[in-house]
């Protein structure tokens, strides 16, 4: 579809509008699909909803907590290193 075609679709009496077939196909959106409605200066704009709100490193760090002395990262390695051959001689 061109920018210069239009597709007219009603707002119900419940106040829900139904996407044409051909957008909702294009686009993937299928039923249970989140959408953002923001207002422009030109009508309004639908954008998909992200499956995950969007987080800052802050947010999520020292979620699990640690007890006893700080790791190396020589012990990490080592660490990853271990597991590597445990889960490669389990084979």
Known sequence: MTRAESLITTVSTKGQV???KAVRQR???EA???????ETA???LLKQAPAFAP??????????????E??????MEAGL????RRRHDRD
């Not at 249970?32 to 923001?38: D, F, K, M, S, W």
């Not at 987080?55 to 006893?68: A, C, K, Q």
């Not at 290193?81 to 590597?84: F, N, P, Q, S, V």
């Open 32 to 38: 249970g699909t989140r959408l953002i409605v923001e």
């Open 27 to 29: 686009r993937a959106w």
């Open 55 to 68: 987080t800052e490193p802050g947010d999520v760090f020292g979620m699990l907590p640690f007890s006893g």
């Open 42 to 44: 030109e009508g309004v």
């Open 70 to 75: 700080p790791k190396t990262l020589d012990d």
């Open 81 to 84: 290193l271990a597991e590597a």
């Open 18 to 20: 139904i996407l044409p």
